[in-house]
């Protein structure tokens, strides 16, 4: 199945690298990822489709863990 993940992220050093590195570790292979820069340069909006056989509960749970991550979202691609 295919989630697409809403991410506000702190701008800092490694935070896209953590949040592909936690949904592979998760066991969903990201597919494609798309984002840009808040008008105030500190936040990123990151896009993110991911496909998995896991509950997507269990990837957003992870994800809010992260200091970077300052919202998830998550959604099923239709």
């Known amino acids: 199945m295919q989630y ?3 991410l506000t992220l702190r701008r800092a ?3 896209l690298a ?3 590195g936690t949904a592979e570790r998760r066991g969903f292979r ?3 990822v798309d984002g840009e820069t808040h008008a105030d340069g500190e936040r990123w909006y990151l ?3 991911v496909e998995g056989d896991r509950p997507a509960e269990a990837l957003q749970s992870q994800l809010a863990k992260l200091y970077d991550c300052l ?3 998550v959604a099923s691609c239709p």
């Open 4 to 6: 697409q993940l809403d």
């Open 13 to 15: 050093e490694g935070a």
């Open 18 to 20: 953590r949040v592909i």
């Open 30 to 32: 990201p597919i494609s």
């Open 47 to 49: 896009r993110m489709t």
């Open 71 to 73: 919202a998830v979202e």
